[in-house]
């Protein structure tokens, strides 16, 4: 793949051009970025809340977000390790931490208990689970996007982390993006994701990036899920080495109400075929996780998104 083809992974439009920004502040002081839209539809559709995940900028959700702008209110958070976020002197990165910010936002929204969608990816997966494992949030149904179990940070830097001055974790920015493409991503299924990643570690700024690591790793999340009552729908992607599919269908497994979809590939659940996963959703939000067990991606849609390797492995399209 040539360097000067990850220029394609970006659109020209962005989803920030179109949004209202609005910080909003928690309850120990840090001010979190909340870009929001309302589509002029006269009709009443209950909004999605967007959690991206660790270090994601918007445009890496441009492809979903500009298409459903003008179907649904949306609410895109930025959490607290954004280069977004307002901090006062005091640092909080606990996981748990996260949680209860997505009760702030939403209350500050005025965002009542089952009268949302939650959706977020990665570590803005896990945010949401913490919150609903501790009964912080009740949404209509929480789309939970490749979830991990354990923070994916090698065990070593896990202990001298905390001992690497800030100053050091900016050096370290080239080692954590080798690292990244090497061990975490296939870059040969999925080079837009190692790019995306890429721009990430360039754009987060290197004391979040310490602080949120510390922060999050001791994280083990297999044992609360039993707590979460909202219904869950789990969203993997075989080809997707950082967010494992398997580690998501033992997260389905575990959560009490909940149901696997298969998208293949991180691309996909950043593109077209979540659009339409969505939209399909929406049609039936009375019955999310009905919708969920009899999903069939139209294969139209889907195959662009799943590589060869994977094409005899597909069980859900039509």
């Not at 945010?127 to 939970?144: E, K, Q, S």
Request: overall charge positive; charged content about 25%; glycine content about 4%.
């Amino acid at each position: 793949m040539n360097k000067p083809s990850q220029k394609n992974i970006w659109l020209s439009d962005t989803y920030e051009n179109y949004a209202e920004e609005t910080y909003v502040t928690m309850s120990d002081g840090v001010k979190l970025r909340v870009l929001h839209t309302k589509p002029n539809t006269g009709q009443y559709l209950p909004p999605l809340v967007l959690v991206p995940g660790l270090g994601s900028i918007v445009p890496g959700w441009d492809r979903v977000l500009l298409p459903l702008k003008d179907k649904i209110p949306i609410y895109y958070i930025e959490t607290r390790e954004k280069k977004s976020s307002k901090f006062p002197k005091k640092k909080k990165f606990e996981p748990i931490r996260f949680g209860y910010d997505l009760k702030e936002v939403l209350d500050y929204f005025n965002i009542k208990d089952k009268e949302y969608v939650i959706m977020g990816s990665s570590l803005g997966a896990n945010t949401i689970i913490y919150a609903l494992a501790n009964h912080y949030i009740d949404p209509l149904v929480a789309i939970i996007i490749g979830p991990n179990p354990t923070f994916p940070i090698p065990t070593p830097l896990k202990v001298i982390l905390p001992l690497i001055p800030i100053q050091t974790v900016d050096l370290l920015r080239p080692l954590i993006k080798w690292y990244v493409k090497i061990f975490e991503v296939d870059m040969k299924t999925e080079p837009e994701q190692g790019w995306k990643y890429e721009r990430v570690v360039d754009e987060m700024e290197g004391w979040k990036i310490k602080y949120v690591a510390c922060g999050f790793k001791d994280m083990y999340l297999y044992p609360m899920l039993h707590k979460i009552k909202a219904p869950s729908i789990l969203i993997g992607a075989i080809a997707d080495k950082m967010h494992k599919a398997e580690n998501t269908k033992k997260f389905a497994e575990l959560i009490p109400n909940a149901v696997y979809v298969e998208l293949f590939t991180n691309k996909a659940a950043h593109s077209e075929p979540m659009v339409h996963f969505i939209t399909g959703l929406y049609k039936h939000i009375d019955d999310p996780l009905g919708f969920a067990k009899q999903y069939s991606l139209p294969e139209k849609i889907i195959a662009p998104y799943i590589p060869a390797k994977y094409r005899k492995k597909q069980k859900n399209l039509v």
